[in-house]
């Protein structure tokens, strides 16, 4: 077994399905091992172009709720797929990038496709290493899918030089430990503020995102648009959004910010369910940054909270 071949078992160990690939020189040692083992569960797909590698993985991690992983070529091919794994940093979406990088040996000649690829991949990732050993191939990538798998999800990204795929491992480093699944929790003290705002008569608008936009928490959502001086709202550009009959259909919160600052003004408080602060996408001269003052915002719950929990017990206790 190479390192390659090691790296391709921790995926399939460590439920990694899909692996969307645009694939150059120093992914070779790579391509090769999965196709040398197809009977695993991890599945390649080709991708003519990196920012679709990075759309599809991001697509996939916010609807399967787990990491994708990507297989991209040194830095400049990595840098054609930061625009779409911008979004998907700001969506929160776990995804674990593979960089091939020249060979060790190698890349202190200044080859001409060298960079600073840990510069490039800490602009979009919140987790970043450099594999320096073959044999630990395999636990530095399950590092980066735990890294990547949190409650409130982010991107990970391993770089790895291509003689480490290349070369050698023992048997023994194959063992893999099982890896643990996010949890999400509720902060039964933020649940209590918001109930209390209501039943002491407070109008109340909520904008709610994350997992409060799963067919669950929409219907969590829709049993408080029936009480007097609530409205609720979906953020702007949801992470996902659930549709379908019998579903609420919550309004996104008004894209211009002078609309949404008109509407957010109707209210006594601001409740963020599963969304940050909500700031203006630009700056316009004469119009405030803020869509509401922070002494008006109360949180009930952050990104990668159980925001259908605390939803769902602030209805269950009204």
């Known amino acids: 077994m190479n390192g390659a071949e090691l790296l391709i078992e921790a995926a399939a160990a460590s439920g990694v399905e899909y692996c969307f690939a645009n694939p150059g020189t120093t992914e070779i040692p790579l391509v090769a091992a999965i196709a040398k083992h197809p009977a695993l569960t991890l599945k390649p797909v080709l991708s003519l172009f990196e920012g679709v590698c990075t759309g599809a993985a991001d697509g996939y991690g916010r609807i399967a709720g787990k990491p994708a992983m990507t297989l991209t070529h040194l830095g400049p091919g990595f840098a054609n797929g930061i625009a779409n794994l911008h979004n998907a940093r700001r969506a929160n979406t776990p995804i674990v990038n593979v960089i091939g990088d020249h060979a060790s040996w190698h890349v202190n000649y200044d080859p001409p496709l060298a960079s600073d690829i840990e510069a490039l991949a800490g602009a979009v990732s919140g987790w970043v290493r450099t594999s320096r050993s073959a ?16 409650p409130r999800g982010q991107i990970a990204s391993l770089i790895l030089p291509m003689d480490l795929q290349a070369n050698e491992v023992s048997a023994g480093a194959a063992h893999f430990a099982p890896l643990l699944a996010p949890v999400r929790r509720l902060a039964g003290d933020k649940v209590e503020q918001v109930v209390a705002a209501l039943k002491g008569g407070k109008r109340l608008v909520f904008i709610v995102g994350d997992s409060g936009l799963t067919a669950e928490g929409l219907e969590a ?13 979906a953020e702007t550009f949801p992470r996902v959004s659930h549709r379908g009959g019998g579903l609420p259909d919550l309004d996104r919160l008004p894209y211009f910010p002078e609309v949404a600052i008109e509407i957010l003004d109707q209210y006594d408080l601001v409740v963020c369910a599963g969304v940050p602060e909500p700031i203006s996408y630009f ?19 952050e990104v990668g909270d159980d925001v259908v929990g605390a939803i769902t017990a602030v209805a269950d206790a009204l």
Do not use: C
């Open 135 to 150: 044999e630990r191939v395999g636990e530095d990538f399950q590092s980066a899918v735990q890294a990547a798998w949190q």
């Open 221 to 233: 959502a829709g049993r408080l648009a029936h009480l007097p001086g609530v409205r609720l709202f």
């Open 283 to 301: 700056g316009y001269e004469g119009i405030a940054s803020r869509l509401a003052e922070r002494d008006r915002l109360l949180s009930l719950a």
